[in-house]
């Protein structure tokens, strides 16, 4: 256990649905990340947030829109998604730049199925 | 150039010996290192994080830093099938704020 709870681990959707990927973190961080992984392919980097202000979003289409309303809580909106987009997605959550400690933890994942 | 670089694997090692794990990066500036685990189909394990130029064990793990070469290793001292895993380097870079880094990962095969 980590102390980063993603819900749901799995998710099944078709192309027309809208769906919410939640992300829920209460180690005191400040920074946290969605991160891609299709299969047998390394992280990919999507949406960086700290002090709940985007800092960085990696060339992410559209149809995923992030959200965090607080420092506790990250979501990833789908909508109109495409099987190619079917993939591994991860939060990790860390303290933020400056601090000592600045390890980061990830969720268990949800697992997500286009089709 | 990537940021942050390891080779793919496999690595293969028999059970017992010490697998030698390594990432360069490119960031001079990087503060934060860290090693995580991932097992086939499961999230990113924290296996160790290191800050400062050496060495720093724990358990069957050492982590070391350089640098000056923008270097870090990861060993794993008799290894176990049960540490077959990707292992992936992480680096937080200060140039991008709180952007951490991954490389690719290597993959570790532990044969019994």
Not at chain 2, 10 to 28: F, H, K, M, Q
Request: charged share 20%; hydrophobic share 30%; proline share 5%.
């Amino acid at each position: 256990e980590t102390g980063v709870t993603q819900t749901p681990r799995h998710l099944v959707m078709g192309m027309t649905n809208k769906k919410s990927l939640k992300c829920e973190q209460h180690l005191g961080h400040n920074a946290m990340y969605w991160y891609k992984q299709s299969a047998k392919k390394p992280l990919e980097l999507m949406f960086v947030y700290s002090l709940e202000e985007r800092v960085e979003n990696n060339s992410v289409p559209s149809r995923f829109s992030p959200e965090c309303p607080n420092s506790s809580h990250l979501f990833l909106h789908l909508h109109t998604l495409q099987p190619e987009d079917s993939a591994l997605y991860l939060c990790a959550s860390l303290p933020f730049v400056g601090t000592v400690n600045t390890e980061a933890f990830f969720g268990q994942g949800t697992r997500l199925t286009v089709v | 150039q990537k940021e942050v670089e390891q080779n793919s694997g496999p690595l293969s090692v028999p059970e017992g010996a010490i697998a030698s794990l390594n990432c360069t990066y490119s960031d001079r500036g990087s503060q934060s290192f860290f090693w995580y685990r991932q097992y086939s189909g499961k999230s990113p394990e924290l296996i160790m994080s290191i800050y400062s130029n050496g060495d720093k064990e724990d358990g069957r793990f050492t982590a070391q830093l350089n640098k000056a070469s923008q270097y870090v290793s990861l060993l794993i001292r008799d290894s176990q099938p049960s540490d077959s895993a990707t292992y992936l380097c992480a680096v937080r870079e200060k140039s991008s704020g709180d952007k951490l880094t991954f490389g690719t990962g290597t993959r570790l095969a532990v044969r019994p």
